[in-house]
């Protein structure tokens, strides 16, 4: 058994959470704290063995779980969301610690991750089943909504609590119990929620926390045959590869992948407004978001005025280490997740200038932690000029770069904003409301934000289309991911 560890508060243990306790693994990894990239933690990682043990104890689990009346497991679910506000400050740290983002952002991510276990403790009790009227008269059959059983919860680092939180609320409120693997990256958070979980009551083996490979965990995962049903947030190439494998085994699988979101500005926008969304929307995590607007489009007509607004917001920004963030000391970005993240966004910009964008702006660093040469932080970056057969056009920047295209007509950024693979976000800012409906409505994605930087709330479901994904997290339809149908059809008395 590992040391205890304690984060500002936190005990934790950083190493694999299997039916109630921690247990050893030889195979470790360094955590990194991406601000200053200085060490943060020594991950146990688990094994293949130590997985499939983590599934064969949810297996178990499960059996008695289903059987917990959904009005009891709604309030365990209540019961987690009432200790993440509870210690939502010392988990806020320990996150920025990890993932980078500003401070403020972390407990905004706690509250969101805390929402959706408030909202399926809540919608547990409505999970109900009908009678149908049966085409002969002498029967009946009974419609009844069961859990689809064990699940593998595969997330990733740029929301590394609220991403297993939309999994794991809807998936415990079904019924279920599962194994969840968090990014090899962000662990620390997930395993810091092991005691949380107890502590709310769910019992051992429910919810069992693997930080470890994602290949080597997804086949195991893959591979098991109580495994049901695979829910990943994650890249397309990720999910290319689990759906190929479920079939095998004809698995369900529910993804989240990525996005290439269309930012609509149109001609009768308000510019002060929809430059200080765009900003915050795109500052997010650092534009590490598969929301993000990855594709602005402003009318030729306001291009430079726009770039005149967004540049002199971005001046009064702040780019430095999250941890820094206070009500006296705003951060509005982090870092980047690693240095490797910093390269791939440049490559991007380069490929874009090479072919004919321009670098309109990019962010000096003063003496902050940049031109201390620590941490792998990315000046954001205003790019114009940028068309649609760029590569920086075609998939996620993930990066606070915004890259500026022109449009003449509304028909035609229509057509442009659904000419690329994603189909995930888009966002629409407009004063005339039926303008932008009609606008929105046309986009082939799975979420609109009308005059709205961040439309997704528990509440309401969210899901990819095209290569974005399958099924969708949130609201009540988010509980199907988690459910099958068993049908009785007999005689009436
Ligand atoms: P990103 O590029 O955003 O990191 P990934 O899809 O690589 O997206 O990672 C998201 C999650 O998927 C992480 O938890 C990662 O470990 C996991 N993962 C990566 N490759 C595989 C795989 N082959 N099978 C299962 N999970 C994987």
């Keep these: 058994m590992s040391a205890q560890r304690k984060f500002d508060g936190i005990w934790f243990e950083p190493a694999p959470w299997v039916n ?45 779980w289903k059987e917990v009346s959904a009005f009891e497991r709604g309030n365990i679910l209540k019961t987690i969301a009432a200790k993440l506000t509870e210690q939502k400050e010392k988990l806020a740290t320990l996150l920025t610690a990890e993932q980078g983002k500003p401070y403020w952002q972390s407990l905004g991510e706690i509250d969101y991750a805390a929402s959706f276990f408030q909202w399926y403790g809540e919608e547990a009790r409505r999970i109900s089943g009908r009678i149908g009227s049966h085409p002969q008269n002498d029967r009946e059959f009974f419609i009844e909504h069961l859990p689809i059983g064990v699940v593998g919860w595969i997330t990733p680092w740029n929301f590394p609590l609220a991403q297993g939180a939309k ?78 494998g479920a079939a095998s085994q004809i698995k369900r699988v529910s993804l989240e992948l990525g996005g290439n979101a269309p930012f609509i500005i149109l001609p009768d926008a308000d510019l002060d407004f929809t430059v200080d969304q765009l900003v915050q929307l795109k500052l997010f995590v650092t534009g590490q978001v598969c929301v993000t607007a990855n594709r602005i489009f402003v009318p030729d007509v306001l291009h430079e005025q726009f770039i005149d607004r967004l540049i002199s917001k971005l001046e009064s920004s702040k780019v430095e280490d999250g941890l820094n963030d206070s009500s006296q000391n705003r951060v509005d970005a982090g870092p980047l997740i690693h240095s490797q993240a910093c390269v791939g966004v440049d ?9 004919g964008a321009k670098v309109a ?5 003063g003496r902050g932690d940049r031109s201390k040469g620590e941490g792998s932080f990315y000046a954001p970056t205003v790019l114009s000029h940028v068309v649609d057969d760029m ?37 629409v800012y407009g004063t005339d409301l039926s303008d932008c409906r009609r606008v929105a409505r046309k986009l082939d994605v799975g979420i609109v934000g009308v005059n709205e ?33 068993r049908v009785i059809s007999l005689p009436k008395d």
């Design 361 to 365: 702006y990019r962010y000096a660093f």
């Design 347 to 355: 490559a991007l910009v380069d490929d874009a200038c090479k072919n």
């Design 20 to 64: 109630g306790e921690y247990v050893r693994s030889d195979a470790t990894r360094l955590i990194t704290n991406p601000a200053k990239g200085s060490k943060l933690a020594e991950v146990q990682f688990a094994t293949p063995q130590i997985a499939t043990e983590a599934i064969n104890g949810a297996v178990v689990a499960q059996r008695a």
């Design 391 to 427: 590569r920086i056009s075609k998939g996620e920047i993930f990066g606070p770069v915004f890259a500026i295209h022109t449009y003449r007509t509304v028909d035609e950024v229509i057509q442009r904003a659904n000419s690329v693979s994603q189909g995930l976000a888009g966002y």
């Design 453 to 485: 930087w961040r439309p997704l709330k528990a509440e309401i479901p969210f899901g990819g289309i095209k290569e974005s994904g399958i099924g969708s997290e949130g609201g009540i339809e988010g509980l199907s991911e988690y459910l099958r149908l």
């Design 167 to 244: 999994k794991i609320a809807a998936a415990l409120a079904a019924g279920c119990t599962g194994v969840w693997k968090p990014a090899e990256s962000t662990p620390l958070i997930a395993l810091a929620m092991a005691p949380l979980f107890r502590s709310a009551g769910v019992p051992d083996g429910v919810v069992q926390i693997i930080p470890g490979e994602g290949p080597q965990i997804g086949s195991v995962m893959i591979e098991h045959p109580e495994v049901r049903c695979v829910s990943l947030t994650g890249s397309k190439a990720t999910g290319s590869k689990l759906m190929a």
